[in-house]
């Protein structure tokens, strides 16, 4: 046995060294322990939806507990429910999915993203995002040790930045990664952009992820998946979910299409970290996804909250926004000379409510984000609050 002489400093690897914690769970951190000292919080942070799962999948759930149905299962789902998933995706593009190569059911859409970019990506290699992004994908390249290349959108609108994406592919980009529509601006790409992504996939060799978790909300059109439009699952993965279509955040479900490598791939790691999703919540997602009608109410709810929200911005003098087509948050602008840290912070300190700063989301400007999974007065009294705390900063 050998003789340590000098103690560790750390026992955490590098690699778990590299792990940044969620900007948007910091927040939610910070809220709970002024409630815990007696505050009422206007939570307006995260993006989790306030409504109850629908009763027929929690039915679903139970039905199949007391059934038995609650030893593992196959690691890459039950075959009826990836059977199901590949019918509705087959079906609404057009492309042949077969349910037993090209479909993975995982533990939240946030397991899907971790196991494709561990299969995709090696140390070295980097990934384009379109800022502002969803933090999980920064986080998880960066515990990976691939770099992240941030375009951004144009501001003000968050238009797709075509030719910014181009010019910044070089020979180690293995990836591009996109969602629409976009948490946190609520943009949808339009036809135009995901034909280029194609094409860029296509000329410069580059794997698609097309994040669409937020697909079924949308307000004015609906989105059409990236798959479309490349007619092929080559250098393509598609991930999805029903956490925020139908309410289920904490059943921990999602899922990913893609080539039969990837799907190989995706699956073995799965079978050595979590074996497979929870049985119970995979019987509940078959008939979650029979479900048309508590999505399209939840739609219609957010959409009354979007234009109400967007009603008292417009009449701001110290916020604007870009009004979203769809997912559910308004990503908006503040006058003042603050950092989006320190506004959030006092946001939360000095008027109670939770937002969540632009700086998570990769952008350096004046930006927050805004859940509109809240109340509809809770929006509307967050946003006076934040407008009050303006007043006084701009003074
Ligand atoms: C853009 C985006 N992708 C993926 C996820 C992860 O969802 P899930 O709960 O299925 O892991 C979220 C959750 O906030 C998200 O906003």
């Known amino acids: 046995m050998c003789e340590r002489m000098t103690k560790r400093d750390s026992y955490i690897s590098d690699c778990g060294m590299r792990v940044p914690s969620s900007g948007t769970m910091k927040a939610a951190t910070r809220a709970r322990e002024l409630e815990a000292q007696g505050r009422t919080i206007i939570k307006l942070g995260i993006g989790e939806p306030n409504f109850k799962t629908p009763q027929p999948i929690i039915d679903a759930a139970y039905k199949a507990m007391n059934e038995g149905k609650t030893g593992y299962t196959s690691s890459r789902g039950i075959l009826p429910l990836r059977e199901k998933i590949a019918t509705i995706y087959s079906k609404e593009t057009n492309v042949e999915i077969n349910p037993h190569a090209n479909v993975i059911v995982t533990p939240g ?129 598609i991930i999805d979910g029903l956490s925020k279509s139908h309410a289920m955040t904490g059943w921990r479900i999602g899922y990913s299409i893609g080539d039969k490598e990837l799907i190989s791939s995706m699956n073995r790691l799965q079978q050595n970290v979590s074996s497979c999703v929870n049985t119970p919540t995979q019987y509940a997602a078959l008939t979650a996804l029979d479900l048309t009608e508590p999505t399209k109410m939840m739609v219609a709810e957010y959409k009354k909250r979007r234009d109400k929200a967007f009603e008292f911005i417009e009449k701001s003098a110290y916020l604007s926004c870009r009004k979203p087509e769809g997912a559910f948050y308004l990503f908006i602008q503040y006058k003042g000379d603050i950092c989006s840290d320190e506004f959030v912070s006092r946001v939360l300190e000095e008027k109670s409510v939770a937002v969540t700063a632009g700086t998570v989301f990769g952008v350096q400007e004046n930006y927050f984000r805004l859940s509109l999974a809240s109340k509809l007065e809770d929006i509307l009294e967050g946003l006076k609050r934040i407008d009050d705390l303006l007043e006084k900063i701009n003074k």
């Open 109 to 237: 859409a946030k397991a899907s993203l971790f196991s494709a970019l561990f299969s995709l990506i090696n140390p070295g290699d980097n990934m384009i995002l379109i800022s502002p992004y969803w933090p999980s994908y920064q986080g998880i390249a960066t515990f990976i040790g691939a770099k992240t290349k941030p375009v951004p959108a144009h501001y003000g609108d968050f238009e797709f930045p075509f030719e910014s994406i181009k010019s910044a592919i070089d020979e180690q980009t293995k990836l591009l990664l996109v969602n629409s529509p976009c948490n946190p601006t609520g943009a949808i790409f339009e036809e135009d952009a995901l034909r280029f992504i194609k094409d860029i996939s296509e000329d410069y060799d580059i794997y698609i992820i097309s994040d669409e978790i937020y697909k079924k909300i949308t307000f004015e059109s609906q989105y059409v998946s990236y798959l479309t439009v490349t007619e092929t699952l080559d250098r393509t993965l």
